[in-house]
């Protein structure tokens, strides 16, 4: 066949579709204006449908009344003066009259008769009989029933009606309202947290009261020539309390309260989120003096032109807008805004400057002290058993933040009421900081190899640990498995470490490996296992700082990397390495010695302490959990703790 003839043959076969095809909607086309045309008459139709009586019902009626009729109108004025009629009701609107005899039954139903136009004669007699008659009319119950068949299906067209109005409406006052501030506004803010209820952030507090007296007496640093700051940006980690501290504010100083999150801001169209910061404030100097708070600020204002290609235009107009009601040629007299973030590295530094965010306020993890305190608010309003140091808590719970503490008692508290205690005791505080710092507890392995290679695991990390005098004291081992741990070995340090030694970097490597080292000895190099694969990346990191950022290696003092940002977080793109490939070798080699003197210091101690090591073991194993207390002691009982301080190359 040649090229002409497939082309028409494929023309004519898709014809064929496209003619199948519209063979085939122009039916379903028809049967839905048919069904339009359907409803739009049933609607109109129903009506005359209930209002009129059937044909069939017009003949049942009429063959019924025939039947039940044994009287005609001659009949009816026969009996009218013979005086056999005890009473009549006439109904005008059908014509019809209703006799009841003399002598009949009560439940006897009343004859039927047909009445004429002019009925004159039929009322004098029964007048002249002292007949009862009287006029009886269907007229209103059959208006009534009319009334209520029309309104069947005009109350659905109303309802329908009004329906699509209040769409049109709603969807007006949205556009006429999408540029408008979405900010919470309480004339006096009610949150119901002060001063007193922040706790373990005394430096921060201290700086923000001033801002409470700001507001409230504004002329105490007037007349000295002070300028009430405008911005005061709240820094630290997530849970530290930022957000409740800006409550405590506005709890405190009693002016009207503005609150918004930064993501509020933007939108999808460019402007709206200018729009909103002008509109918000706007309302805030109607207001004033009043607090603006503005949480999670690092969603709007994150550096411009960051990333590749630029920045998003609708951000980086929200973020101009910003700026400029801030501090640009219209002052804010009595506007103060609070600003919370845990990047305040991606912030512009035009949003940072003096005359904006004047003071940045740091919040950071509480000390012991704070803790202490924090677990004194938290712990009001729960039932804590006597027994229970809130002190020994603060100890155990280094690295916690306020919102960490409020979990961890909320945690004992839900585990207190499962086990159908009146109080909260020590049981349920041990086992909620287990949860909170390791996950959920799983089922405990049955007695097995892998519960025996488990158990050298984490006794190898908790007696290299123990052994070392610069590491961490133990605080508890344990073979159940918590989240996606099989086992696991707690250290809790004595005290508050803001710096940490070379020694105890070596100490903390070296234990780390102790794990890895004891499945070794024991079992031998080809039966090592994965579980070391968490460990073996802590160390080489941990290792990689002291040589890269620290200096803490034989390069000398030097800081050759950097923490990285990522891309589209205001940082460079390139990741420039700022030494040579000779360097870079020097690094990797330094590292790997770290890493393998840590490692056969390891091995030697636990070859040093092999039967304490195998003592230890068979106890896990049998209990399954061994607190801090007791490890160490048998430590003591069974060997000498020796000054195993590494030798570190110099």
């Known amino acids: 066949m040649t090229n002409l003839g497939k082309k028409a043959l494929v023309k004519r076969q898709s014809s064929k579709r496209v003619a199948w095809v519209d063979a085939l909607a122009k039916p379903a086309l028809r049967l839905r204006s048919v069904t339009a045309a359907g409803i739009a008459a049933s609607l109109i139709m129903l009506p005359g449908i209930f209002g009129s009586t059937p044909v069939l019902a017009q003949k049942a009626e009429s063959t019924s009344s025939t039947s039940s009729t044994s009287l ?169 309390g930022k957000t409740l501290l800006a409550k405590a504010i506005a709890g405190e100083a009693g002016v009207p309260f503005f609150s918004i999150s930064g993501s509020e801001f933007v939108e999808m169209f460019v402007g709206v ?3 909103r910061v002008r509109d918000l404030f706007k309302k805030a ?30 951000r980086e107009q929200t973020l101009n807008q910003l700026l400029t009601e801030m501090d640009g040629f219209e002052g804010n007299t009595g506007i103060i805004i609070i600003a919370a973030t845990n990047r305040p590295d991606v912030l512009d530094t035009a949003l940072l400057r003096p005359g904006r965010f004047d003071r940045q306020v740091m919040v950071d993890p509480p000390d012991l002290k704070g803790r202490l305190e924090i677990l004194k608010v938290h712990a009001r309003n729960k039932k804590i058993d006597p027994s229970v140091s809130l002190e020994a808590i603060a100890r155990r719970t280094p690295g916690f933040t306020g919102a960490d503490l409020a979990n961890l008692l909320n945690e004992a508290a839900i585990l ?6 009146e109080a909260v005791t020590i049981l349920e505080i041990d086992a909620a900081v287990d949860r909170v710092v390791a996950g959920m507890e799983g089922t405990a392995l049955v007695d097995s190899k892998s519960k025996r290679l488990i158990a050298y695991h984490e006794v190898g990390h908790a007696l290299v640990g123990t052994l070392l005098k610069d590491h961490d004291p133990v605080q508890k081992v344990t073979l159940i498995p918590r989240g996606q741990a099989l086992g696991l070995t707690w250290f809790t340090p004595n005290e508050e470490q803001g710096l940490v030694s070379r020694s105890q970097l070596k100490s ?37 700082q002291m040589v890269t950022r620290f200096g803490m290696s034989e390069l000398g003092p030097l800081s050759l990397e950097n923490q990285s940002g990522e891309v589209f977080l205001g940082r460079d793109w390139m990741n420039k390495s700022d030494y040579s490939e000779e360097i870079a070798a020097k ?18 101690l636990l070859e040093e302490n092999r039967i304490v090591l195998e003592r230890l073991v068979d106890l896990l194993i049998e209990e399954e959990t061994i607190e801090g207390d007791s490890f160490r ?18």
Not at 509 to 538: H, M, Y
């Open 273 to 275: 989120g200018a729009s």
């Open 416 to 421: 207190t009421a499962r086990r159908r205690k």
């Open 285 to 314: 100097k109607e207001n004033a003096p009043c607090l603006i708070f503005i949480d999670e600020i690092d969603a709007v204002g994150r550096q411009r032109g960051a990333g590749i290609g630029g920045g998003n235009d609708e």
């Open 587 to 604: 690094i990797d080699s330094q590292v790997r010695e770290i890493v393998n003197n840590s490692y056969i210091k390891a091995k030697e």
């Open 72 to 240: 005609n109108y001659g009949d009816l004025l026969k009996k009218a003066k013979a005086g056999e009629i005890q009473k009549v009701e006439l109904d005008e609107t059908e014509q019809l009259a209703r006799v009841y005899l003399k002598g009949q039954k009560e439940n006897t139903p009343p004859q039927q008769v047909r009445l004429l136009a002019q009925n004159t004669e039929l009322i004098n007699i029964l007048k002249d009989k002292n007949v009862d008659f009287g006029e009886v009319s269907s007229a209103n119950s059959r208006a009534a029933v009319g009334l209520l068949i029309n309104l069947m299906w005009i109350l659905p067209l109303v309802a329908l009606m009004l329906l699509f109005l209040r769409r049109s409406t709603n969807a007006s006052s949205q556009a006429m309202n999408f540029g408008k501030s979405k900010a919470r506004f309480q004339m006096e803010a009610k949150t119901g947290v002060k001063f007193e209820d922040v706790a373990g952030v005394e430096e921060a507090k201290e700086d923000l009261e001033e801002v409470v007296t700001f507001l409230k007496q504004p002329e105490r640093f007037t007349a000295v020539g002070a300028r009430i700051p405008k911005g005061v940006l709240l820094i630290g980690p997530p849970g530290t």
């Open 508 to 544: 903390r490597i070296t234990a780390t490996l102790g794990g890895r080292a004891a499945e070794e000895i024991v079992f031998g190099k080809p039966e090592v296992t994965t579980g070391a694969s968490n460990d073996l990346q802590q160390v080489t990191g941990m290792a990689r």
């Open 633 to 650: 002691q048998i430590v003591v009982d069974n060997t000498q703790v020796a000054d195993a301080q590494l030798a570190v190359p110099h």
